[in-house]
């Protein structure tokens, strides 16, 4: 439990394990216990084995609020918001003072779209813990603020609390430049941004190193170096799943809802589940973390068993579908090893004119999931590292990988739908036209925009800040890439 609470969620699993068999099943300590090892299982990319405990738990209907918050946040956590929101709402009206819970009912009523539940269970939160930073950061994401409903003036207050640390005042900012960016104060927006992401470089991310994301991609393409394929990967066999890949904020949400939309596709959201498979398939000393190491110790990897791992793990996700989609941009650096593993997939490469992207993930708390994203010179490197390993799936895979322009698809969206979906062996639906219409959650940073009709009132949008970006629009350009 101890373990858990410090946030060590893979070093509890093995402890909450034990203790659960020593306990008398549905009993209070075992429901306890249980529930605890849900949450870590969530958080480690275990997520089959999370749902199997989490039905147990569900079962028993324990009257614990505790116990219901760990589920509930687990299955929204787990894309599954629908199945955990009553959960969370049972907790919410035992204990109506738990900011921390309001906060992850906010979080859940978001990624449904119930935008003003979402709103009033964070301002909940903030009247009960008004230095908490979180729920004031998922507030500013919620709408497009105007001088009437902007909270600049508390974010301004809150994030000058002393006793704030380094990174909660750093979410503080982010927050603040998001409504201030609404307002359209660029000069004092960008102050703060730039003062957030340094903060959170120091504080999170100073072990990401332009050296080792290069050496990283080079270690790729030496393991991968030739996948010959002549065409798409598109099968008959079931399930098959549907990648989406690409840098994070180029797109990949709303080409996820727009499949979505298709009555025989279902969107499981970012999984962490093929990255998990591939560590696993590697002989590497230390298989937590993904670097040129881990990449090159799975050069006699049994690709087919991983395949088959996943499948096992992903399909107790989206029961009877014939095909998911799987989401996470993080997928970009292991295009080989999935088609290696996973030869029925259809594997679809989203891209953004580079300033767009970068600027995108600049101005998001990413917490420390990409190092490279909180300086320009380092934003500048993994995108020339990006596109020189995206450029050699392109020539190992030829058309087995679907390529897709976000500006082309938001300017003339229906015949790049009908493409896309003629590609994964799908026939054209009208829904697909109207992804804001599409039900099921989102649990990305472009959680409020993909509820907008498509639109192409965000290219471009970084010229606002043309005159900021001018050391990343340079170093990009100096590497020969069209900044866009």
């Known amino acids: 439990m101890a373990a858990a609470e410090l946030g060590q969620f893979g070093e509890a699993i093995e402890p909450l394990v034990t203790a659960a068999q020593r306990v008398p099943t549905g009993s209070v300590g075992w429901a306890n216990i249980t529930s605890q090892l849900v949450r870590c299982l969530s958080n480690t990319g275990s997520w089959s084995a999370a749902l199997q405990r989490a039905d147990a738990v569900e079962r028993i209907n324990a009257p614990d609020p505790l116990v219901r918050q760990r589920i509930g946040a687990a299955l929204a956590r787990m894309n599954l918001s629908a199945r955990g929101l009553p959960h969370m709402e049972w907790a919410g009206a035992q204990r109506p003072e738990w900011p921390e819970l309001l906060v992850e009912l906010g979080l859940a009523y978001m990624s449904e779209g119930r935008l003003d539940d979402a709103e009033e269970a964070f301002e909940r939160a903030i009247a009960l813990a008004p230095s908490m930073a979180q729920p004031h950061a998922a507030l500013a994401e919620l709408r497009r603020w105007t001088p009437d409903t902007a909270h600049v003036e508390r974010l301004v207050a809150t994030r000058n609390d002393s006793s704030l640390s380094a990174i909660e005042r750093a979410n503080l900012g982010f927050a603040l430049f998001k409504e201030l960016d609404d307002l359209g104060q660029t000069s004092e927006a960008w102050t703060i941004l730039e003062e957030s992401n340094e903060s959170c470089w120091t504080e999170t991310t100073a072990d990401w190193t332009a050296d080792q994301d290069g050496a990283l991609v080079q270690a790729l393409i030496d393991t991968f170096p030739g996948l010959a394929a002549s065409g798409p990967s598109v099968s008959n066999a079931a399930p098959r799943p549907i990648f989406i890949v690409g840098l994070p904020r180029s797109g990949t949400t709303l080409l996820e809802r727009i499949l979505a939309a298709h009555s025989q596709v279902q969107a499981l959201g970012e999984l962490p589940t ?170 990305t940073a472009s959680i409020v925009q993909v509820r907008e009709p498509i639109t192409t009132a965000r290219v471009g949008a970084w010229r606002r800040y043309e005159r900021q970006l001018r050391p990343l629009r340079a170093a990009l350009a100096a590497a020969g890439i069209d900044p866009g």
């Open 274 to 443: 093929f990255p998990m498979v591939f560590r696993g398939a590697s002989t590497a000393a230390d298989r937590t973390r993904l670097n040129a190491e881990t990449v090159r110790a799975t050069a006699r990897g049994d690709w087919r068993a991983a395949g088959d791992l996943y499948l096992r793990e992903v399909t107790a996700l989206a029961p009877g579908a014939d095909q998911f989609i799987d989401k996470l941009p993080a997928n970009s650096l292991l295009v080989g090893a999935i088609r290696l593993a996973l030869p029925q997939a259809a594997i679809i490469h989203m891209r953004r004119k580079p300033m767009d992207a970068l600027f995108g993930a600049y101005k998001v708390r990413f917490r420390d999931w990409y190092g490279w994203s909180c300086r320009q010179p380092d934003m500048a490197a993994h995108y020339i590292h990006h596109a020189r390993l995206m450029d050699h799936w392109r020539e190992s895979l030829g058309e087995g990988l679907i390529e897709v322009d976000y500006e082309t698809l938001v300017a003339d969206p229906e015949p790049e739908i009908r493409r896309i979906l003629a590609a994964c062996g799908l026939a054209f639906e009208p829904a697909c036209l109207e992804p804001h219409n599409t039900r099921g959650p989102v649990r």
